[in-house]
């Protein structure tokens, strides 16, 4: 998951129906950049890409978001997550860029806490620091921080809002049955 350069804005903004709530799909020139269970600021609806853009991103555009569609149907029609795939354009801190890799390997429908993810990134004292990463993670769901809870086993935080942390919690755990 290597921190690419990329235009901070996106090409192709849509909004993708789930379950869930509605999710906004960011893309760049590089993939998928953000995922955001709300609208993002400003949004009215759709944005396309704007002026002439080369029909081969045109088409890498329209690919990445079938993928991601599709991986987003799978992942809610009963729990089969299949991220692994998509083009993702991933920034961030070489440090959040750690902790994001480590969050990726927590395993569908468990969870973690930030003090035992901050210990095996070898950070024993590390877990506010860990939170900050997660509270940063541009792709929730994709890269699952909704899986780290806090030691005593409460939510801690999740910048969507904890409702659709615990929402995304149950969801995984009924799945799994």
Known sequence: MPGKKSSRSP????????PL?????SFSEQGLQAVSLAAPAGSIGPHWPVGQLPPALMAKLRRWRQE??????AYFAGGKEDFAHLTLDVRGTPFQLRVWQAVRRIPYGQVTTYQALAGTLGLPRGARAVGQALGANPLPIIIPCHRVVASNGSLGGYRAGLQYKDQLLAWEQQARG
Do not use: D, H, I, N
């Open 11 to 18: 090409l192709w903004e849509e909004m993708l129906p789930t």
């Open 21 to 25: 709530c509605p999710l906004w799909l």
């Open 68 to 73: 991601a569609a599709a991986a987003f149907a």
